[in-house]
Each structure stands twice: as C-alpha cells, then as structure tokens.
C-alpha cells in the first residue's frame, strides 16, 4: 500500500521560510514526477512546483524566486523562503505515477497547513 506523508507546515511570520517534506513509502512502479499543489481558503487547488524523474522543474509564477522544489529517493521537498500572508494554504504533496501496464496513478498526501501571519 503506497503512502505519502507530508511535514513541515506550520505558523511563521511574513518574510519567513519553512521546508516541506513529503516521503512515499510502499511499491510504486514508476514514478513520472512530483509536485506541490496548496489550497487555501475558498479558492482551488493550484500547483506550486513540480519535478519530473529527470530533474526538470517548474513554479507557478507567485512563487517563482521563492521556492524551491527538490527530491531524493522517495521523497520530495519544497523550501519556502520570503513567505507572504496570500502563500496561507494547505499544502498537498502528489505523485504521478504509472503502474505496471502504465495506468495513470495519483497519489496524494492528506496537506499541512502553511499560515503566514504576524
């Protein structure tokens, strides 16, 4: 059974920073790449950061010079530095991945809160 896990989040004043991890665990036949997505209050799910098997990122543009998104085995992180009130959501690690007759699999982590306020 694959999991995903997130830690980090928390309460940080603005201009601050936090690192968010996230680790899988379980069998996964093959992991196409790895994202950040947040949700704050009354708005939609919208990606953050994204890194490909490759090494290949990309940010949405409100974060660009910010963030930084990396991975290692099984386990991706997000470093936020210079944070803002408007950066206040959940947090949701995904993992796309395929499977052994290359299905599209999701996976998601169940979020941590990221509240930027003074």
């Known amino acids: 059974q694959v999991q995903v896990v997130e830690s980090g989040g928390g309460l940080v004043q603005p201009g601050g920073s936090l690192r968010l991890s996230c680790r899988v665990s379980g069998t996964i036949f093959s992991i196409n790449g790895m994202d950040w997505y947040r949700q704050a209050p009354g708005k939609q799910r919208e990606l953050v950061a994204g890194?490909?098997?490759?090494?290949s990122t990309n940010y949405a543009d409100s974060v660009k010079g910010r963030f930084t998104i990396s991975n290692a085995k099984n386990t991706v992180s997000l470093q936020m530095n210079s944070l803002k009130p408007e950066d206040t959501a959940v947090y949701y690690c995904?993992?796309?991945?395929?499977?052994?007759?290359?299905?599209?699999?999701?996976?998601w982590g169940q979020g941590t809160q990221v509240t930027v306020s003074s």
């Open positions: 890194i490909t098997g490759g090494g």
């Open positions: 995904h993992i796309q991945s395929r499977g052994s007759n290359w299905e599209v699999i999701d996976y």
